[in-house]
């Protein structure tokens, strides 16, 4: 950590420790001010979201009273974010996954490719009904909201080289204004839908278990967390990262398509698991996996809500903040009407509407806090939503979402 004086300001600068032992804090802080505030855990908002938006307001507010400013490192964001999803993988078996399969399409097809469809259409009519070039509202539709900073920062000098000035701003501030929106509105809505549905708490799996996932969940509720087996566990999550990554750049040589960096991860976890099913190997510990999943996702969260520059949100003007709600609003209508009926009325189609609401207003974090949320709201964990959500909104959607945005913003930059 080092302090410096920028224009007569103090900028204090963290360290990866200071920065990660910030959000170890913060997340804890989250946690108690969802049980000293019950509002706040009633309507399933993440602890992640409440303590690093709660940072971000304050650098925010110390910043324009010309007080202090904050850098943050985040070099361990990544890591985490890849031990999450790599531990993610490792929870997913085949047999889940094949009884996932309807939902499986509905979803990529709907709640993805559709989606990222719409949401530029929406974004080009509602720009130029307000006046503003029609590519600015393609970087406030499925650039920034479906895509996050990430696409904004790639696609906005692209649209720039076109003759589009300001596109890098407005999508950046787009997505920043989109991740802490789906942070807020995910959990309640998905709470919403059980209470107006009055939706059973109970997943497809509890109705389809056999008498083998019988005996898996009986191991289960046996199992106990130990040093030896979170560092076992520890470990071959590691294992699977460093393949899932030799994997992911084999392919970018071969292919040129650039896999999200925990993809390749996410991906051999999920192979492993379902041959050490099939030929046992290694004697997992889903306790421990669990565990180590929620303290990298609460430190990833938290580190990416910190780093959020909520004053950039001042370079929104107002024909941009009047297309940020339509599309707020199309994306919540959607959830309702539609999609909670095409994916069955029931408690697993509420946590995905959940998650559904975290990736395409903000990012792929906020779809799986968001729908862990609800999850311990109710007490009861959705399988297929954590294995359909991530991969379709975080991976598979950019089969149709990039060439959508290439399309869009070609088209209308002329």
């Not at 200071?18 to 804890?28: D, G, K, N, Y």
């Not at 409440?50 to 009273?65: D, Q």
């Not at 991860?265 to 192979?271: E, K, R, S, T």
């Not at 559904?356 to 007490?379: E, P, Q, S």
């Amino acid at each position: 950590m080092s302090f410096e004086t920028v224009n007569n300001i103090l900028s204090l600068k963290f360290d990866f420790l200071a920065t990660v032992t910030t959000a170890a804090v913060l997340l804890i802080l989250g946690n108690w001010a969802r049980r000293v505030f019950p509002v706040l855990e009633k309507y399933c908002i993440p602890a992640a979201v409440i303590g690093g938006v709660a940072f971000s307001m304050l650098a925010w507010g110390l910043k324009e009273a010309n007080i202090v400013t904050f850098k943050v490192d985040n070099m361990l964001q990544t890591p985490a974010q890849l031990v999450f999803f790599t531990s993610i993988g490792l929870g997913a078996s085949l047999g889940m996954l094949m009884r996932g399969g309807k939902l499986f399409v509905i979803y990529l097809a709907v709640a993805c490719w559709l989606i990222a469809i719409l949401q530029n259409v929406i974004g080009v009519a509602a720009a130029m009904a307000t006046g503003i070039h029609p590519v600015l509202g393609v970087m406030a539709g499925a650039v920034s909201l479906e895509g996050g900073p990430g696409n904004a920062a790639a696609f906005g000098p692209m649209a720039e080289k076109l003759g589009v000035q300001g596109a890098t701003v407005v999508g950046i501030a787009s997505a920043t204004y989109g991740i802490i929106v789906s942070g807020f509105i995910g959990g309640p809505l998905a709470k919403w839908l059980i209470d107006r549905n009055k939706v059973a708490i109970v997943t497809d799996e509890d109705k389809e278990l056999t008498a083998l996932q019988a005996s898996l969940d009986a191991e289960k509720s046996e199992d106990s967390i130990t040093s030896g087996k979170v560092m076992g566990m520890f470990a071959l999550i590691l294992v699977m990262m460093t393949i899932g990554g030799l994997v992911a750049a084999k392919i970018k040589a071969i292919t040129g398509f650039d896999l999200p960096s925990y993809v390749g991860g996410m991906f051999m976890a999920i192979l492993f698991r379902n041959i050490n099913d099939v030929r046992p190997m290694i004697k997992l510990s889903q306790k421990s996996i669990d565990l180590i999943g929620d303290i990298s996702l609460g430190l990833f969260l938290t580190m990416a809500m910190m780093s959020l520059r909520i004053w950039e949100l001042y370079n929104l003007a107002l024909p941009l903040i009047i297309i940020l709600v339509i599309q707020t609003v199309f994306v919540i209508a959607f959830c309702i009407f539609p999609l909670f009926r095409l994916l069955g009325r029931n408690y697993d189609a509420a946590v995905m509407c959940a998650g559904m609401i975290g990736h395409n207003l903000g990012v792929a974090a906020n779809a799986v806090a968001n729908m862990d949320a609800v999850c311990r709201r109710y007490g009861i964990v959705s399988p297929k939503a954590f294995i359909i959500v991530p991969l379709c909104g975080a991976v598979l959607v950019d089969i149709v979402g990039i060439p959508n945005i290439v399309w869009f913003i070609n088209q209308f930059a002329k």
